[in-house]
């Protein structure tokens, strides 16, 4: 077959743009061309059920066919047409060689080849002749001189370009250097900061074990702090008694101590005494005053120790 699936953009034939036609006639033609194609092929056509769906598939298939090989055999009649023209003027001018000695069997072999060179050149500049019009050889010379020229400068063009190129690729080599050493260093800097992961890991839990510890001792001095605090207000401390005060009131204590000493002293040996109601009224009124004495001498030692830290 020439075609079995039909292009993008070719007419496709189905019931509603098929004006014309019945299905039979649509079921002949299908029949009529799938026998060409499976005889021109030397394989007979294979049995399966004509559906309508198969018979719009397989009559679009072959319109596309047809078209293109009627296309494709007016094309291969143009090249037979060229064909026969070129073999036409082709003996012609071994005619007129031959006619005037210049007949390839009659040329040196060196002219031949340099004559098959030439020609091989003119194919592959694509030029059929080696000159142009009167006027176009007035403003180009030789039509193999043009395509020598034009071919120079392709190439000078191509030679820019590879030259550009060859830059730009220097200049991606160099890039593709710096990133593939940038890339094994971060390569490098990432193994050494997965293998820091574990004892990293190891030192924050030890540190959140730590801080945990910091913060339930904070909680417990807090209250500790708020329960002396509450003490100190409930047993009466003010910032004015301070450590030099209690330490002065702790020594004239000492010195109360020293001379109350004497008198408590002889108080118990008045206890061994036998009683006497009258005299012993007079020394307990006499301690009484000496006691009072003494406690009037320490709340003045105490005021004049107050008022000497304010």
């Not at 296309?71 to 005037?100: C, G, H, M, P, T």
């Not at 990133?179 to 030192?203: F, G, N, S, W």
Request: glycine letters at 4%; charged letters at 25%.
């Amino acid at each position: 077959m020439n075609e079995m699936i039909p292009g993008v953009g070719e007419p496709v034939v189905t019931d509603a743009t098929k004006g014309g036609g019945s299905n039979a006639a649509r079921i002949a033609e299908v029949k009529a061309w799938l026998a060409a194609q499976f005889d021109a092929a030397g394989k007979e056509v294979p049995d399966f059920e004509y559906t309508p769906r198969s018979i719009v598939h397989l009559y679009n298939l072959a319109t596309v066919s047809q078209a293109k090989t009627q296309a494709a055999n007016i094309v291969a009649n143009d090249f037979r047409q060229k064909a026969a023209e070129y073999r036409s003027q082709a003996a012609r001018i071994r005619e007129i060689l031959e006619n005037v000695g210049l007949a390839q069997e009659s040329l040196p072999s060196n002219v031949v080849a340099s004559a098959q060179v030439l020609a091989n050149v003119a194919n592959l500049l694509n030029i059929r002749d080696t000159e142009l019009s009167r006027w176009e050889e007035k403003q180009n010379g030789s039509s193999f001189l043009v395509a020598m020229g034009d071919i120079s400068l392709r190439k000078t063009g191509v030679d820019e370009k590879r030259a550009k190129v060859h830059k730009e690729s220097k200049t991606l080599l160099e890039y593709t250097r710096k990133a593939i050493a940038r890339l094994t260093y971060l390569k490098r800097t990432l193994a050494q900061l997965e293998d820091d992961v574990a004892p990293c890991d190891a030192q924050m839990e030890n540190w959140k074990t730590n801080l945990g510890v910091m913060a339930s001792k904070e909680r417990q001095y807090t209250q500790q702090y708020n329960n002396y605090k509450a003490l100190l207000n409930r047993v009466g401390y003010t910032p004015e008694i301070n450590h030099g005060v209690l330490v002065e009131m702790a020594e004239h204590r000492k010195d109360l101590e020293k001379k109350t000493k004497p008198i408590l002293d002889t108080l118990r040996s008045y206890q061994d005494l036998p009683p006497d109601k009258a005299l012993a009224a007079l020394a307990i009124e006499d301690k009484k005053r000496q006691y009072a004495a003494a406690e009037k001498y320490l709340e003045d030692v105490l005021q004049s120790a107050l008022a000497t830290s304010d």
